[in-house]
Nanobody, 122 residues
Framework: QVQLVESGGGLVQPGGSLRLSCAASGSIFSINAMGWYRQAPAKQRELVAS???????NYADSVKGRFTISRDNGKKMVYLQMNSLKSEDTAVYYCKISYYSDYSSIKTLDAWGQGTLVTVSS
């Protein structure tokens, strides 16, 4: 059983900043990729940013230069620093990991968090 717990969401004014955190726990041998997705009302869930075990990052064009993803492998945590927030960043943000459950695993498994709401409004 794997659990992901997100925190750090809330209400912020346009131009403000928030930092999201996600803690993974449970039957995890190692984590490959970690990422943040978001889903705005009446829209599909979309990738915001991801980071692989070696540190390689990927960002949606809409957040490049404003958001920074990072991870702490020892603590099994991933973070999303969000700066210069815009109203269009309003969404529920979800953490996702791709992990190996034990040393003999060949394929990764995926786990999702429950989501944290980010509202950007004046």
């Amino acid at each position: 059983q794997v659990q992901l717990v997100e925190s750090g969401g809330g209400l912020v004014q346009p131009g403000g900043s928030l930092r999201l955190s996600c803690a993974a726990s449970g039957s995890i041998f190692s984590i490959n990729a970690m990422g943040w997705y978001r889903q705005a009302p009446a829209k599909q869930r979309e990738l915001v940013a991801s980071i692989r075990s070696g540190g390689r990052t990927n960002y949606a064009d809409s957040v490049k230069g404003r958001f920074t993803i990072s991870r702490d492998n020892g603590k099994k945590m991933v973070y999303l620093q969000m700066n210069s927030l815009k109203s269009e960043d309003t969404a529920v943000y979800y953490c996702k990991i791709s992990y190996y459950s034990d040393y003999s695993s060949i394929k990764t498994l995926d786990a999702w968090g429950q989501g944290t709401l980010v509202t950007v409004s004046s």
